[in-house]
């Protein structure tokens, strides 16, 4: 289903460039295509590289400790 409004403008714009409203569709749909296509192929930017920064000093799954930690001036 096509929107009427839509549908009335693709056929003026057939009717304009004397060619068929398949034909216009058709190349509406190509080019929609197309540009989708082009978003999916975009690489995801890298992401940084994870560095060591030495032993941990607390487990902060232990809450305790990590109060203990976070409640010192």
């Known amino acids: 289903m096509i929107d009427e409004q839509r549908l009335i403008d693709?056929?003026?714009?057939a009717a304009a460039r004397r060619t068929t409203l398949s034909?216009?569709?058709d190349e509406f749909l190509r080019e929609g295509l197309a540009?989708?296509?082009?978003?999916?192929?975009r690489k995801l930017p890298a992401l940084p590289r994870a560095l060591h920064?030495?032993?941990?000093?607390?487990?902060?799954?232990?809450?305790d400790q990590l109060y203990e930690v976070?409640?010192?001036p």
Request: charged letters at 50%; zero cysteines; glycine letters at 4%.
């Open 10 to 13: 693709l056929k003026r714009l």
């Open 23 to 25: 034909a216009v569709v």
């Open 53 to 63: 920064m030495g032993r941990e000093l607390i487990d902060i799954s232990d809450r």
């Open 35 to 41: 540009r989708v296509e082009v978003k999916k192929k």
């Open 70 to 72: 976070l409640d010192k």
